[in-house]
């Protein structure tokens, strides 16, 4: 069974620019998640689909990043413009019910350096 | 809100070594607890989970983790520590099924 798979693996740009990050998660999860992991912490989710619905996205800065999740299946998750303190770790997760709770698989992520 | 405390950022043992990682949680109801891997640019993996019954929980790779609530513990332990298991372990507590918050992490490094 294929993992969750993100594209790019890394990315450099220059502030200001745009950049998109892509996640297909494992075949029938219908939940998806959006991390951020900054250098030395933990995981901070971004947002939650289930299926195409957006059901937590408080987290998500929404001045300058986007998302979505068409058909419920891959998802993108966008920034415009991006700036210096964007740089980290961008991962995608997926889950499906395993007994009383649902069970995260992860993405290898996407890491971002803006210059 | 829950929230997960891991006591040390990095840990170094020698192989062959009892490996502890230490993670407290803050809960105001009985939380589900994970404790997930990291190696270096991978994504997280993971380890073992608590949801409900036996608070002794086996892992993958050897490692296990005791649920104690009245400590509002769950540290992980492996008896002989490997030169493979040097990587970031995060631990995280969830109270719904969907709502995960990961603590800091705390880097594992294994001596020969």
């Known amino acids: 069974e294929a993992g969750v798979v993100q594209s790019p693996r890394y990315k450099i740009i220059e502030k200001k620019q745009p950049v998109a990050f892509w996640c297909n998660p494992i075949s029938g999860h219908n939940t998806l998640y959006w991390y951020l992991q900054n250098l030395g912490q933990g995981p901070e989710l971004l947002i939650r689909?289930?299926?195409?619905?957006?059901?937590?996205d408080s987290q998500l800065p929404k001045d300058r990043f986007s998302a979505e999740r068409l058909k419920g299946v891959d998802s993108t998750l966008k920034i415009q413009p991006a700036e210096l303190g964007d740089s980290a770790v961008y991962l995608c997760a997926s889950s499906s019910r395993e007994g009383s709770t649902d069970t995260q698989y992860f993405g290898p992520g996407t890491r971002l350096t803006v210059l | 809100a829950q929230s997960v405390t891991q006591l040390g950022s990095h840990v170094s043992v020698s192989e062959g070594a009892l490996v502890l990682l230490r993670c407290n949680y803050s809960?105001?109801?009985?939380?589900?607890l994970f404790w997930y891997v990291q190696y270096p640019n991978q994504g997280l993996q993971l380890l073992l989970k608590y949801t409900t019954g036996a608070t002794l929980v086996k892992g993958i790779n050897g490692f296990e983790a005791e649920f104690k609530k009245s400590e509002t513990s769950f540290h992980l332990t492996k008896p002989s520590a490997h030169m493979s298991d040097a990587a970031e372990y995060f631990c995280?507590?969830?109270?719904?099924?969907?709502?995960?918050?990961f603590g800091a992490g705390t880097r594992l490094t294994v001596k020969p």
């Open positions: 689909y289930e299926n195409e619905e957006a059901v937590d």
């Open positions: 809960s105001s109801v009985p939380p589900y």
């Open positions: 995280a507590v969830s109270l719904t099924l969907n709502d995960m918050r």
